[in-house]
């Protein structure tokens, strides 16, 4: 597709922002991801297909969509056996019995599965916040915080309304890319303006000669 | 009779040595507003460009980068945070105003222990052999009057194994994007310059020097004349910009 690189890198800054600024509320695990700071997780989501690299940092995580170096670990397999993977009382058991494929150090991975599996945020809150607190904040937060812990196993409504979630993070909220309607209004313009430049011309190229001639 | 070497400044032909002041009469009149014209010409865009050239760039904790044409600085500013206080960041640019906005715009930001400032031209770098890890370019390369000497310099400064990245626009690979792109770069970009900066013959060369500028292959290629390997590139946006990415042997 022809603008996929850009967006994908739009859509890895957009949920680095949200993670970051949400996990700005739990200390305890980013107190956890610093210890793992330095390595670099290759997450190749098969179905759907999604590949970026999570590098957990001192002061949050990093997305990436690019890295060429050595990786901690390479884990490939559908987002639902990722979820799964997630959610385990017992990742070892889970990689062992699942069917995500993993090449390089396991400790590492069941580390950070550990962290991710107790994420505890207030998603409520940081919602409300940003809605600009009141009433009307707290019904909306609560109703997208509700889909968004119930999101954390990712059924197929939280991944649809984390889509939409992102896709609009990308658009209205980070300003990280025009939506498709206001580039194709955009282009639309560009379009007309060009071929109003050109009637322009040629009207003056008309006058130009007909004040020649006389 | 001696003839001067010509050279291209947008469309028009100029003596060679004339290019570089012109080039400078462009950056001293659109530095002060340069990253508001960033941000307005490309919606936003090039800061996710920029980023996914920080991911290809790999650079990591103590490294030693040199990032051309670096003017307001926003590459150096998230180097400056990758190397850490063992590594090291120059700034460069061949304009002094530019310089001073980024080097403003980075002391204002806290950023000043890592971090020095060079005005250089990138056709002769003033630094010693196998000295860096890392070299940036970011639309800037269209700018150097000599893009084949500009390339060995920056060869010769790199440590073998150094990566060198080139960011710039590029030729679309859609003919409707690129019918587009140039209804835009030629009817909307002058018009924004002239009401943002007063300005709007340097957003006309800067026009007409991304049409000038070598397309992706003849990119790749040049690089590879002048030394580096395992070059490759990465369209971005259809085309519009590519990352072109090289190694020192």
Redesign the interface.
Same mark, same amino acid.
């Given at each position: 597709m022809i603008l996929l690189p850009t967006i994908h890198t739009a859509g890895l800054a957009a949920l680095e922002k949200a993670v970051n600024a949400a996990l700005q509320f739990d200390p305890a695990t980013l107190q956890a991801l610093r210890d793992l700071d330095g390595q670099i997780f290759h997450i190749e989501i098969t179905s759907p297909q999604v590949d970026f690299y999570l590098c957990p940092q001192r002061q949050g995580i990093a997305l990436k969509g690019y890295f060429d170096g050595e990786v901690t670990s390479h884990l490939s397999g559908s987002a639902n056996e990722f979820l799964q993977l997630i959610s385990a009382d017992d990742a070892a058991s889970a990689l062992i019995n699942g069917n995500i494929s993993l090449t390089g150090n396991s400790s590492s991975l069941i580390q950070l599965q550990g962290i991710l599996k107790h994420l505890d945020i207030d998603w409520e809150a940081i919602i409300s916040s940003s809605l600009g607190g009141g009433s009307f904040a707290d019904m909306a937060a609560h109703s997208l915080g509700d889909t968004l812990r119930n999101g954390l196993k990712f059924g197929r409504q939280a991944r649809t309304n984390l889509r939409r979630q992102t896709s609009d993070f990308i658009i209205e909220e980070g300003r990280l890319s025009p939506g498709k309607d206001e580039l194709e209004d955009f282009y639309s313009q560009v379009s007309q303006l060009d071929n109003d430049s050109q009637r322009l011309e040629a009207k003056i190229a008309r006058l130009a000669a007909k004040l020649a001639t006389q | 009779m001696s003839e001067e070497k010509q050279t291209h400044f947008g469309f028009k032909t100029v003596n060679s040595n004339d290019k570089a002041g012109l080039v400078a009469g462009v950056f001293h009149s659109v530095a002060a507003k340069y990253d508001l014209m960033n941000d307005l010409m490309s $919606? $936003? &865009?090039h800061?996710?460009?920029k980023? *996914?050239t920080i991911? &290809?760039s790999?650079v990591r904790r103590g490294q030693r980068v040199l990032d051309i044409a670096g003017g307001t600085g926003d590459l150096a500013a998230k180097f400056s945070r990758l190397v850490g206080s063992e590594g090291q960041v120059v700034l460069a640019d061949i304009n002094d105003s530019m310089l001073y906005v980024g080097r403003d715009k980075l002391i204002d930001s806290g950023i000043c222990d890592n971090v020095s400032y060079i005005q250089c031209d990138a056709q002769y770098l003033p630094f010693p052999d196998n000295y860096f890890d890392c070299i940036t370019i970011a639309f800037g390369l269209r700018n150097v009057t000599d893009k084949a000497l500009a390339l060995r310099s920056m060869l010769r400064v790199l440590k073998p194994g150094g990566r060198l990245l080139v960011l710039e626009f590029s030729k679309p690979?859609?003919e409707l994007?690129s019918k #587009?792109y140039d #209804?835009?770069s030629f009817?909307?970009l002058p018009k924004m310059g002239k009401l943002i900066t007063n300005d709007a013959d340097s957003y006309q060369y800067l026009a007409e020097s991304i049409r000038m500028h070598p397309d992706q292959e003849s990119m790749k290629e040049m690089m590879d004349d002048a030394g580096f390997t395992m070059t490759e590139y *990465?369209?971005?946006?259809?085309g519009v910009v590519a990352l072109h990415k090289g190694v020192k042997p």
């Open positions: - | $919606g $936003g &865009v800061r996710l460009w980023r *996914f991911e &290809v790999g690979n859609n994007l #587009a #209804a835009y009817n909307i *990465f369209n971005m946006t259809g």
